[in-house]
């Protein structure tokens, strides 16, 4: 093979991203001509409209037109985030490598030096454009007024400052990528805030029958990781859940033991359901499971029925 298309949305984090793939390749196979082809996404079209809204009317927001592309063979393999990736993917598209998991917390910027939440001010404003942080944040700050917010990450960090919010939540794991960890204020451990399923690793799409591909990008497999975020997924498959409700899960594997943790509730933040497992390691997967068993058990499902009305 002498030559790899990668299929890319245009935002800055989702180039660095693919860069770094890009240069991943490089590194194992230097006579590999590797380029990048930019994809305007749906979501990235919709700038202004609701996230929430917008999931309930189209799933794959971030990643349709990108998969279109790989269908038609003008791209070899496609880079995501994987919390933007649909747990029923295209079936002759299948996720053929899952790299090292960045760090999955969420990160709180604010102009005030705090050293965590308790520390913004009374009544303070935070801007977020996810349910599940939104709920999470009213749970351990009810007085918190939390608004609405949109763009990539160059674009709320410069929301911050034109509209004076005393904080905005973002990922950890895109700062990092794009070396603005100096902005973080403070970072919610897993237990305050679970993250969304995914979050901080990235997903390399390919065709199902390109075994040429799959084999290229296979050493850029990380199993612990892998194994964690599969978990994650299919407890969000088994409940059928998506971006109208607030839930989040997270899976870790390391030489020790299993760990699986997920909550789910409504989008005012009541009935809440939440779980944390333990297991031997190698068992995020057998966590998930009975971890999705015991949300069905608490209604879960009717909370997600509830909020698709």
């Given at each position: 093979?002498?030559?790899?298309?990668?299929g890319?949305?245009g935002?800055?984090?989702?180039?660095?991203?693919?860069?770094?793939?890009?240069?991943?390749?490089?590194?194992?196979?230097?006579?590999?001509d590797?380029?990048?082809?930019?994809?305007?996404?749906?979501g990235?079209?919709?700038?202004?409209?609701?996230?929430?809204?917008?999931?309930?009317?189209?799933?794959?927001?971030?990643?349709?037109?990108?998969?279109?592309?790989?269908?038609?063979?003008?791209?070899?393999?496609?880079?995501?985030?994987?919390?933007?990736?649909?747990?029923?993917?295209?079936?002759?598209?299948m996720?053929?490598?899952?790299?090292?998991?960045?760090?999955?917390?969420?990160?709180?910027?604010?102009?005030?030096?705090?050293?965590?939440?308790?520390?913004?001010?009374?009544?303070?404003?935070?801007?977020?454009?996810?349910?599940?942080?939104?709920?999470?944040?009213?749970?351990?700050?009810?007085?918190?007024?939390?608004?609405?917010?949109?763009?990539?990450?160059?674009?709320?960090?410069?929301?911050?400052?034109?509209?004076?919010?005393?904080?905005?939540?973002l990922?950890?794991?895109?700062?990092?990528?794009?070396?603005?960890?100096?902005?973080?204020?403070?970072?919610?451990?897993?237990?305050?805030?679970?993250?969304?399923?995914?979050?901080g690793?990235?997903?390399?799409?390919?065709?199902?029958?390109?075994?040429?591909?799959?084999?290229?990008?296979d050493?850029?497999?990380?199993?612990?990781?892998?194994?964690?975020?599969?978990?994650?997924?299919?407890?969000?498959?088994?409940?059928?859940?998506?971006?109208q409700?607030?839930?989040?899960?997270?899976?870790?594997?390391?030489?020790?033991?299993?760990?699986?943790?997920?909550f789910?509730?409504?989008?005012?933040?009541?009935?809440?359901?939440?779980?944390?497992?333990?297991?031997?390691?190698?068992?995020?997967?057998?966590?998930?499971?009975?971890?999705?068993?015991?949300?069905?058990?608490?209604?879960?499902?009717?909370?997600?029925?509830?909020?698709?009305?």
């Amino acid at each position: 093979m002498k030559s790899v298309v990668i299929g890319s949305r245009g935002s800055k984090l989702a180039l660095t991203q693919s860069n770094w793939i890009a240069d991943e390749l490089r590194r194992l196979y230097p006579s590999l001509d590797v380029s990048i082809k930019v994809i305007k996404t749906l979501g990235d079209k919709m700038t202004t409209a609701s996230l929430v809204r917008l999931a309930g009317e189209s799933k794959g927001l971030f990643v349709k037109e990108i998969e279109e592309a790989l269908l038609d063979g003008s791209v070899d393999l496609a880079v995501h985030s994987l919390k933007d990736v649909p747990t029923e993917l295209p079936s002759d598209l299948m996720l053929g490598m899952i790299p090292e998991r960045e760090d999955p917390r969420d990160a709180l910027i604010s102009p005030h030096r705090v050293k965590s939440i308790d520390d913004l001010p009374k009544e303070g404003v935070v801007g977020t454009s996810s349910l599940r942080r939104r709920v999470q944040l009213k749970k351990r700050r009810p007085d918190l007024n939390i608004v609405e917010l949109r763009g990539n990450v160059d674009t709320r960090l410069r929301k911050l400052k034109e509209q004076k919010l005393d904080g905005v939540v973002l990922a950890t794991a895109g700062l990092r990528r794009m070396g603005l960890s100096r902005h973080i204020a403070y970072r919610f451990s897993i237990e305050e805030m679970v993250p969304a399923i995914g979050q901080g690793a990235l997903a390399i799409e390919v065709r199902r029958g390109d075994s040429d591909i799959r084999e290229l990008i296979d050493p850029l497999n990380h199993e612990a990781t892998r194994l964690a975020v599969l978990a994650e997924r299919h407890f969000l498959e088994a409940l059928g859940g998506g971006c109208q409700v607030p839930m989040g899960a997270h899976a870790e594997e390391t030489a020790e033991q299993s760990t699986f943790r997920a909550f789910i509730c409504d989008p005012d933040g009541n009935n809440l359901v939440a779980q944390e497992l333990t297991g031997e390691p190698g068992e995020a997967m057998r966590l998930a499971r009975e971890s999705a068993e015991y949300f069905m058990k608490k209604g879960a499902v009717a909370i997600l029925r509830e909020a698709e009305v």
